[in-house]
């Protein structure tokens, strides 16, 4: 079954593209069939619809109901095991 992740930042470009390419890189070491849809954090809520994980860049203040996981580590580098490990553990439960 496909999974749908938000990859989302402030302008749908520029950090939501590197978290975007590393969630696809590790749905398809782990053989997951994911769905991508980048958006800016503004457009979430128009987007949830199937959604099984959010993964934004930057502060999100609101509760959508769905896992959220920070990308911030995929852009800094610090903690991406973790964040890895966290995404996983979303889409595989």
Same mark, same amino acid.
């Given at each position: 079954?496909?999974?749908?992740?938000?990859? @989302? @930042?402030?302008?749908? +470009?520029? =950090?939501? =593209? !590197?978290?975007?390419?590393?969630?696809? #890189?590790? @749905?398809?070491?782990?053989? !997951?069939? +994911? #769905?991508? *849809?980048? *958006?800016?954090?503004? #457009?979430?809520?128009?987007?949830?619809?199937?959604?099984?994980?959010? +993964?934004? =860049?930057?502060? +999100?203040?609101?509760?959508? %109901?769905?896992?959220? !996981?920070? %990308?911030?580590?995929?852009?800094? %580098? !610090? %903690?991406?095991?973790?964040? #890895?490990?966290?995404?996983?553990?979303?889409?595989?439960?």
């Amino acid at each position: 079954m496909k999974k749908k992740v938000i990859v @989302c @930042c402030g302008g749908a +470009v520029a =950090t939501s =593209t !590197i978290a975007a390419n590393k969630v696809v #890189e590790i @749905c398809k070491k782990n053989n !997951i069939d +994911v #769905e991508i *849809c980048q *958006c800016r954090i503004s #457009e979430i809520g128009s987007n949830l619809s199937g959604a099984s994980l959010i +993964v934004p =860049t930057s502060r +999100v203040k609101r509760d959508y %109901g769905v896992p959220l !996981i920070t %990308g911030m580590p995929f852009i800094s %580098g !610090i %903690g991406a095991d973790k964040t #890895e490990a966290a995404i996983l553990k979303v889409l595989k439960g």
